[in-house]
T-cell receptor
């Protein structure tokens, strides 16, 4: 079967750095997405990785290792507005998005 | 602004009373998706259309049906809603899932309550 694993919940302090990990086992791989979802709202796109390595976009960076089936999302200089769920999703061989259940990130002052 | 629009944002229906949720897009994307998302769970794909080509997920209940009358609009019909169908329903679009620009754009969602 296809599986995406990420921690259920993480807590971090405002101004700090947090890394949210995602491991996956899917039928094929055509890229990995990270989405941010605030409570009661729709997911919004953060990043897309299809090649190994680090993609940096402002305070957010995403890393991919295809050989390890592993990705992480790195959030720097955390702000209170970053409190949200972060969903990892993999595009499989049929170009279907396989979603993780999301990591709820709680930011404390 | 180009966007994905869902109406209504909140829908209340009674057990067994048919309900239709609507989605429209101004992005001119080929693919439209319907997801069901329950609290603290991953979005679950119900259907997707590649242009007019309809794709039904194997585990989508028969109670759910969908229509895409044209490129811009897509509807989700729940024939006999049960209490377990209470969820957020998300509509999304993408230009081409196999192309370079395969990001999915989401509408704001419709939260369905079943009484």
């Amino acid at each position: 079967g296809q599986n995406i694993d990420q921690p259920t919940e993480m807590t971090a302090t405002e101004g700090a750095i947090v890394q949210i990990n995602c491991t996956y086992q899917t039928s094929g791989f055509n890229g990995l997405f990270w989405y941010q979802q605030h409570a009661g709202e729709a997911p919004t796109f953060l990043s897309y990785n299809v090649l190994d390595g680090l993609e940096e976009k402002g305070r957010f960076s995403s890393f991919l290792s295809r050989s390890k089936g592993y990705s992480y999302l790195l959030l720097k200089e955390l702000q209170m507005k970053d409190s949200a769920s972060y969903l990892c999703a993999v595009l499989d061989s049929n170009y279907q998005l396989i979603w993780g259940a999301g990591t709820k990130l709680i930011i404390k002052p | 602004d180009a966007m994905v629009i869902q109406n209504p944002r909140y829908q209340v229906t009674q057990f067994g009373k048919p309900v239709t949720l609507s989605c429209s897009q101004t992005l001119n994307h080929n693919v439209m998706y319907w997801y069901q998302q329950k609290s603290s769970q991953a979005p679950k794909l119900l259907f997707h259309y590649y242009d007019k080509d309809f794709n039904n997920e194997a585990d989508t209940p028969d109670n759910f049906q969908s229509r895409r009358p044209n490129t811009s609009f897509c509807f989700l019909d729940i024939r006999s809603p049960g209490l377990g169908d209470a969820a957020m329903y998300l509509c999304a679009t993408s230009r081409d899932p196999s192309g370079t620009y395969n990001e999915q754009f989401f509408g704001p969602g419709t939260r369905l309550t079943v009484l």
